[in-house]
């Protein structure tokens, strides 16, 4: 009986050592230049902002820029999935822009996200086809875009209006390639 005392101890040890190895080390296949982790919530942290492009939004009737600004960008489901979580506070010229495979009906919320925001959506052309305004922080409700979309923006609440940027308006981005 004792023996198999041991044995369970040593077999739990060497489990909880692979898991800590795990945790701990870094990721052998992770490439130099790939972005850090997207960080999950910690009591106190709050993501940096990390530019890694600009966007420029344009009246889609003078075709003139309306408002330009640096954007992180979420291109995979861990960074969709947390978007701007956890952030007290964003910079007027700062935003996110989530990048996806295809035009589909989308749907955001604001579970985590302290900061009110417009979402802004846009389709394959990069035209605006919705705008959901002065979103509520904590919220879980859905909120969905008017039409199929490719491209989610999200800026500070009223960044829109103060811009007049609309439904019609075009965007254009592009990445700042990686130092």
Known sequence: MRNKIVIYIGVGLMGLALLAFLFVSPNPGASQNAKPATTTAVQGFEPPFVQEGELTFFDHETEAPVGKIAIEIADNEQETTQGLMYRKFMEEDQGMLFLFDSMEPRSFWMKNTHISLDIIYVDEYYRI???????????????????????????????????????????????????
């Open 129 to 179: 086809v919705s705008i959901a305004k002065q979103t509520t922080p904590y919220s879980e409700i859905s909120i969905p875009s008017e039409a199929p979309a490719q491209y989610v923006v999200e800026v500070n609440a009223g960044y829109c209006d103060r811009h007049g940027i609309q439904k019609g308006d075009r965007v254009q981005f592009n990445r700042i390639p990686a130092q």
